[in-house]
């Protein structure tokens, strides 16, 4: 960890990157909104509320928001890292897009999430930039 981390520190950053410290909180209240939201799709989808292929690209969503992490700082491979975000934020976009007309609170409850991914595509994409010259 130490090693990812030192690794990390390395790595040629904008002005305007957040602090290190910042992250752990930020994503503690996003994930804590998504368990709440994407639960919630599951479960009408088990009461069978909602149609199940509502959820493909929740799952999506999830299965890339996850694999940040190890492919950043595992692999730490800025490129691949920057290509799985923006999946994160494509499929994000497509939930909410699909879950709108049906339950609209859980549409509006991924707001902060998709800020925020929003803000760490233009992040990653802006690290991978100025450290591949």
């Known amino acids: 960890m130490n090693n990812t981390y ?3 520190q390395t790595l040629i950053k904008p002005s305007w990157a957040p602090p290190a410290w910042l992250f752990g909180p930020v994503w503690t209240f996003l ?20 149609k199940p292929k509502i959820a493909f690209p929740f799952v999506l969503n999830l299965v ?27 499929t994000l976009i497509w939930s909410i897009a699909v879950i709108y007309k049906k339950e ?6 991924q707001v902060p999430y998709l800020l925020w991914v929003s803000f760490a595509t233009v992040l990653q994409l ?8």
């Open 6 to 8: 030192s690794w990390y």
């Open 31 to 50: 994930y804590i909104l998504i368990v709440i939201s994407f639960g919630a799709v599951f479960i009408k989808i088990y009461q069978k509320k909602l």
């Open 64 to 90: 890339f928001n996850f694999a940040f992490t190890p492919i950043q700082f595992g692999l730490k491979n800025n490129a691949l890292a920057a290509l799985d975000v923006i999946l994160v934020l494509a």
């Open 104 to 109: 609209k609170w859980i549409a509006y409850m």
């Open 126 to 133: 802006t690290i991978t930039y100025l450290n591949v010259l």
